[in-house]
């Protein structure tokens, strides 16, 4: 079982990387291999629209995206972690998400499964903003189940505060922190004992 963290925060141990480090902690409490990427550490262009994967389903842009691919077509759940930045997921988060283009050629042009097999994968959502707008986590929402569908990750759930602005706030939130730790418990034990087959996949983007 592998647990594949996403951070996508520009601020080092701020409040999502937080909740992040406590959901893999959960997992790798159930015995799940657990791996992190932190976005702001990594060289990953934009997807420049060149469409050479439209060919063979790779990226030909050789940045640190070429590492991210492969752990995510080794895990079993894939965590997502980034605040609100302008109602949507940070630059950097964005970035990943539009190089994941290569994926969906795989699966609409080339027609073979995204994540190279069809393991049943599960996905997830953590984030946080500063205000309190009852719509502020809704656009990022489409985006990001959209996105966890053309992969054929099965969404499984999501962490969500809102009014968390200064660095380290989400520690100050009653159960935040102890809520994403049981999070990653249970997305490993669900994984464990029931593996989704029912990621019913579209017939377009
Ligand atoms: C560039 C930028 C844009 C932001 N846009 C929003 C926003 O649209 N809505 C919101 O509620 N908070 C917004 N925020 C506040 C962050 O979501 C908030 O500070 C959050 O706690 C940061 O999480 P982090 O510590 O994980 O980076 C923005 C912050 C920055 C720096």
């Known amino acids: 079982m592998r647990v594949l963290g996403i951070a996508g925060s520009p601020r080092r141990n701020g409040n999502t990387d937080m909740l992040l480090a406590e959901f893999i902690r959960g ?18 262009s934009p997807c420049l629209h060149c469409d050479a994967c439209l060919k063979a389903g790779i990226c030909r842009i ?43 050629a795989r699966k609409y ?3 073979v499964p ?14 946080v903003g500063g205000t309190k707008l009852t719509n502020l986590f809704e656009p990022t929402l489409v985006m990001i189940k959209t996105f966890f569908r053309i992969i054929d990750v099965t969404y499984a759930g999501e962490l969500l505060y809102k009014g968390i602005d200064e660095k380290g706030a989400i520690a100050k939130h ?32």
């Not at 752990?71 to 949507?88: K, L």
Request: with cysteine.
């Open 114 to 127: 995204p994540l190279g097999d069809k393991r049943a994968r599960k996905g997830f959502f953590i984030s």
């Open 109 to 111: 042009v080339l027609k």
């Open 62 to 104: 050789k940045d640190d995206m070429q590492k991210i691919y492969p752990e995510m077509e080794n895990a079993d759940v894939i965590v997502m972690a980034s605040p609100i930045q302008f109602m949507g997921v940070t630059a950097h988060m964005k970035a990943m998400i539009d190089r994941c283009q290569a994926l969906w």
């Open 174 to 205: 009653p159960d935040a922190l102890q809520q994403a730790f049981l999070a990653g418990q249970k997305i490993v034990e669900d994984q464990l004992q029931s593996p989704s087959t029912d990621n019913i996949l579209p017939k377009g983007p």
């Open 27 to 44: 997992a790798a409490s159930k015995g799940a291999e657990v791996k992190t990427f932190f976005l702001r550490d990594l060289n990953i």
